[in-house]
């Protein structure tokens, strides 16, 4: 409907040369190739003429092509994010959210 906005991506992530923070050492180091591939989906639902809710879910399956099956997790890769949150359009051209995110 005219109020309802709904959007779908599919996407893939080719990197060469991957780089991975070691907390303990404070540095980062090259870890080889990797890929990432992932669905996102956003929605945004116009409540009121000056009220919005949006809502957003995000998958991603990030894997080292260097490592061995089962030891190609890249670590702090987060494999599930989604976000929401209520956006308000002041009729003084003022915009107002809060939004929660998590992963």
Known sequence: GK????????WTLYQQ???VYVGDAGIVEENG????????????IQLLDWLFLD?????THARSLE???G???IPLAPSFTSS???????????????????S
């Open 33 to 44: 190739k990797s890929i990432r591939a992932g669905l996102d989906f956003s929605t945004r």
């Open 17 to 19: 040369n991957e780089l």
């Open 55 to 59: 809502g957003n879910l995000n998958y």
């Open 3 to 10: 109020r309802v906005f709904v959007n779908l991506a599919a």
């Open 84 to 102: 929401g949150g209520l956006y308000v359009k002041f009729n003084n051209g003022f915009n107002s959210s809060v939004s929660k995110k998590f």
């Open 67 to 69: 490592s061995n099956n």
């Open 71 to 73: 030891e190609n997790y």
